[in-house]
């Protein structure tokens, strides 16, 4: 069975700090996203990660990911309120156009 | 243009009505997903259409019927559902995996599904 887990789920955080979140998944894959939802909205393409060793930054938010480790990590620079969001990293499986999210991390940003 | 629309966005339903959702995307993706999300979880797949054949369907039940009438349409037609089937539907679309390495898929708002 496919997990794809997120840690931590819940993350409060003062402006100005940096963070890490971490995405593990179990099963074989070489694409990984990232997405941001606001409350009640849908969800924001942030990063395409397509293969091992991928970096890709914007803003205060870079990710990577670490295909042999099963891991991709989105790291947070000097946190803002703005980014206050919950942010999903999504796997795709090799298999087929199957597209799996991880448990997600609530991150609220307190000023 | 990397919008995909759904519509509606809001909708009440009683649990013997028939109703369908709608999603379109003109993007040129030729693999368009449904998923459901309920409050404060992560978006959960439902069906996955590949050039437009049901490639993936997630053991959903039967009141949930998926359709793909061209590559630019995805329909979700709902009937006898259930309280417990109230939750966003998110319909999403990607390039086939065949044919490209990023199949980063984009997102429409979403429809707002009451079942009473």
């Known amino acids: 069975e496919l997990k794809v887990e997120q840690n931590p789920l819940f993350l409060s955080m003062q402006e100005g700090k940096n963070y890490t979140i971490y995405c593990n998944y179990s099963t074989t894959s070489d694409r990984l996203y990232w997405y941001r939802q606001d409350p009640g909205k849908s969800l924001e393409s942030l990063f395409v990660?397509?293969?091992?060793?991928a970096v890709k930054q914007e803003g205060r938010l870079m990710a990577s990911l670490d295909t042999k480790a099963r891991l991709s990590t989105l790291h947070i620079t000097a946190a803002v309120h703005d980014l206050s969001a919950t942010y999903f990293c999504?796997?795709?499986?090799?298999?087929?156009?199957?597209?799996?999210f991880g448990t997600g991390t609530s991150l609220t940003v307190i000023p | 243009d990397t919008e995909v629309t759904q519509t509606p966005k809001h909708l009440v339903m009683g649990m013997t009505n028939k109703k369908s959702l709608k999603c379109e995307q003109h993007?040129?993706?030729?693999?368009m997903y449904w998923y459901k999300q309920k409050a404060k979880k992560p978006p959960e797949l439902m069906f996955v259409y590949s050039y437009e054949k049901l490639s993936i369907n997630e053991s959903v039940p039967s009141r949930f019927s998926p359709e793909c009438p061209n590559s630019s349409l995805l329909n979700l037609h709902l009937h006898a559902l259930q309280p417990e089937d109230s939750a966003l539907y998110l319909c999403a679309s990607s390039q086939d995996r065949r044919g490209t390495a990023n199949t980063e898929a984009f997102f429409g708002q979403g429809t707002r599904l009451t079942v009473v």
């Open positions: 990660l397509l293969s091992n060793g």
């Open positions: 993007m040129g993706h030729r693999a």
């Open positions: 999504a796997v795709d499986i090799r298999a087929g156009n199957q597209f799996y």
